[in-house]
T-cell receptor, first 109, second 112 residues
Framework: GIQVEQSPPDLILQEGANSTLRCNFS?????LQWFHQNPWGQLINLFY???GTKQNGRLSATTVATERYSLLYISSSQTTDSGVYFC???????????FGTGTRLTVIP | EADIYQTPRYLVIGTGKKITLECSQT?????MYWYQQDPGMELHLIHY???????EKGDLSSESTVSRIRTEHFPLTLESARPSHTSQYLC???????????FGDGTRLSIL
């Protein structure tokens, strides 16, 4: 199956700092989603971004499908941004999303 | 945000009990999914359905079973719970075509 690698695995930020999370994938995809899983286990949709760039408030994402990677940018981080960020992709013809192992973000005041 | 609901949110129960985890969505989505997630790990697909009376096993082997009698409802059942079933179970749905998946809040299951 497709391989999905996320980096870094862990990240600690001071409140107000900016960060970039990376997702590399090993094959062509027709679906890529970024999720934030909060400390209560809830999985929140951030972006549906198989290609291109999107922005939503302090968050933005870019997927370069031809080079098989996606980036999630967090600006002016807040303590509520803490949690695990997952990248998930779906190959053409596949039935489901394959998840990366996530980036665990801790934002300290 | 999408309307997909899971109950119960948390369940602690003894070994050998029969358990049903509920998942319902009000968006009319044809596709529904169950994922299993161990603490600190990624999600793995255990079941999916592309419509009424359609169910398939996912990539991760599971002793659970599912049914899809109505479009909006996709329950997951464990006939005899064991401690190895302790995990978080997340339900998702999506529309036809290349559409994003929307997730419920999950059920955290602990088998004693």
């Amino acid at each position: 199956g497709i391989q999905v690698e996320q980096s870094p695995p862990d990240l600690i930020l001071q409140e107000g700092a900016n960060s970039t999370l990376r997702c590399n994938f090993s094959d062509s995809v027709n679906n890529l989603q970024w999720f934030h899983q909060n400390p209560w286990g809830q999985l929140i949709n951030l972006f549906y971004i198989p290609s291109g760039t999107k922005q939503n408030g302090r968050l933005s994402a870019t997927t370069v499908a031809t080079e098989r990677y996606s980036l999630l940018y967090i600006s002016s981080s807040q303590t509520t941004d803490s949690g695990v960020y997952f990248c998930a992709v779906k190959q053409t013809g596949a039935n489901n999303l394959f998840f990366g192992t996530g980036t665990r973000l801790t934002v300290i005041p | 945000e999408a309307d997909i609901y899971q109950t119960p949110r948390y369940l602690v129960i003894g070994t050998g009990k029969k358990i049903t985890l509920e998942c319902s969505q009000t968006m009319g989505h044809d596709k529904m999914y169950w994922y299993q997630q161990d603490p600190g790990m990624e999600l793995h697909l255990i079941h999916y359905s592309y419509g009424v009376n359609s169910t398939e096993k996912g990539d991760l082997s599971s002793e659970s079973t599912v049914s899809r009698i109505r479009t909006e409802h996709f329950p997951l059942t464990l006939e005899s719970a064991r401690p190895s079933h302790t995990s978080q179970y997340l339900c998702a749905s999506s529309a036809q075509g290349w559409q994003p998946q929307h997730f419920g809040d999950g059920t955290r299951l602990s088998i004693l």
